[in-house]
């Protein structure tokens, strides 16, 4: 396992090439199951979210190769067992992607329950009674969920009770196989989500209504894809950065970016006091952070609202505004474990049950920390980067599940941080 030792406060300046989309990456990448033929992306990100996918496909029996320079993957989908075991989906619960298209393509799926993790208990029900109403069977035993169709698939009306991503993803896999139609009401709206349908549409299925919350699926014949498709930028790395220029208060500058998934994002970064410019249709962002900020409500909610995966992120950078900020997490029931890193380091955060509340602005001071999970990782970065002193975070492997070589990039820019065997 490594850390980071970052000295701080450090000076950043220059250009970021922000990387593929690691939640939009794998929904595209277990899609690979649905086809005959090989199929090939462009962009992938170098991550071990990635490492995890690519190794769980193989061991279901398809052959992979990825180009990590180029980012170029391509998957041969010649799957011999239908089974995503626990080894593997423990380490990342995306494993449950397998579920669907499984399930769509070969009438059956063995896939461990994920689990519980560290933001929350994150249930998987949504998608199992789902699959029920589309003609499956489904028993849970021994912690696998066994699925079979016994007849068809057929297509059904289903309501989701809480919005939920990976949820909405297995659907869109088997609806698109299912005969009939499906109608899913209260669907994700997120761009992942819009993504993975746009894909699955360029080879032949019909869907309408992606990006809202009512989405309609027709059955039918799905053909490979004619030509690689490209990850998109990954709008949460972007997100990453902005707080980084800011908290820093170093201007830079994001290459790869689609702003127009930003929206609630920047928002929130302008009424704090921050200058974002979006510059060639919102793939270039400009930075210019402010002397002073100012603090804020915030909610995290569905896209398009404010993302949960920000807000560790803009939690530690209203530690610096002037005044007492909110911050409610929605999604997830246990998704403040960064907070008790925040405080070692001098950040005055209250948190009563879903409600944080942060009294600022305060200077940090460096201390040893550790990282809980993937975004408080990112978070207790940010925080060592304006630490006065030496900030270790121990236990970083949840970040390289999730941003590529954060480390590179940030060192690149000239801060003082460097990676450890611990
Ligand atoms: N939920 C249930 N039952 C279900 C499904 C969801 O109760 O069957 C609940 C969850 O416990 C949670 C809420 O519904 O309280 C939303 O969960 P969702 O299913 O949307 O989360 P997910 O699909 O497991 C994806 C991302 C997460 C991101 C969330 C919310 C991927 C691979 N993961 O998770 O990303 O936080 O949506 O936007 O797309 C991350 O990248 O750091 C990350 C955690």
Not at 171 to 196: D, F, I, K
Not at 235 to 251: D, K, M, N, Y
Not at 273 to 296: H, M
Request: hydrophobic residues 40%; aromatic residues 6%; contains cysteine.
């Amino acid at each position: 396992m490594d850390s980071l030792i970052i000295e701080g406060p450090s000076k950043l300046s220059g250009i970021v090439d922000v990387s593929g989309s690691k939640n939009s990456a794998l929904p595209l990448l277990f899609a690979s199951i649905l086809f005959d033929e090989k199929v090939t992306y462009e962009n992938i990100p170098r991550l071990w979210d990635i490492e995890s996918t690519l190794s769980l496909l193989r061991i279901m029996g398809c052959e992979t190769e990825w180009d990590k320079e180029s980012g170029r993957v391509s998957v041969f989908p010649s799957i011999t067992q239908k089974e995503a075991p626990y080894e593997q989906v423990k380490k990342m619960r995306a494993g449950i992607l397998a579920l669907g298209p499984l399930v769509a393509k070969y009438g059956e799926a063995k896939v461990s329950l994920p689990g519980g993790c560290a933001i929350g208990a994150r249930p998987v029900n949504y998608h199992i009674e789902a699959l029920k109403k589309m003609g499956v069977t489904v028993e849970v035993e021994e912690g696998y969920i066994h699925a079979t169709v016994k007849n068809k698939l057929v297509g059904a009306e289903i309501f989701f009770p809480e919005v939920t991503v990976t949820g909405t993803e297995n659907l869109l896999y088997v609806a698109v196989m299912a005969e009939g139609t499906t109608l899913l009401q209260n669907a994700a709206c997120e761009p992942e989500v819009v993504a993975l349908g746009e894909f699955l549409k360029s080879c032949g299925a019909k869907i309408s209504g992606l990006g809202t919350q009512t989405v309609t699926i027709q059955g039918s014949k799905l053909k490979s894809p004619a030509k690689p498709i490209a990850i998109p930028p990954d709008r949460i790395e972007a997100g990453t950065w902005i707080s980084i220029s800011l908290a820093t208060r170093c201007p830079l500058e994001l290459n790869h970016c689609d702003s127009s998934q930003m929206t609630s994002v920047l928002s929130a970064f302008r009424k704090m006091g921050a200058k974002i410019e979006e510059l060639n249709q919102g793939t270039i962002l400009k930075i210019t952070p402010a002397d002073k900020y100012l603090p804020l409500h915030i909610e995290t909610a569905p896209y398009p609202g404010f993302p949960t995966d920000m807000q560790a992120q803009i939690l530690t950078l209203l530690c610096l505004a002037e005044g007492r900020s909110t911050v409610v997490e929605s999604i997830f029931e246990n998704r403040f474990m960064h907070v008790a890193e925040l405080q070692r380091l001098g950040a005055k955060i209250e948190v009563n049950g879903s409600i944080a509340s942060i009294e600022g602005p305060i200077k940090f001071q460096g201390a040893p920390i550790m990282a809980t999970d993937l975004r408080a990782s990112a978070c207790l970065v940010l925080a060592g980067l304006i630490s006065k002193g030496t900030t270790r975070v121990s236990r970083i492997y949840h970040l390289d599940r999730g941003y590529q070589r954060l480390d590179e990039k940030l060192r690149r820019l000239g801060a003082k941080i460097t990676r450890v065997a611990e």
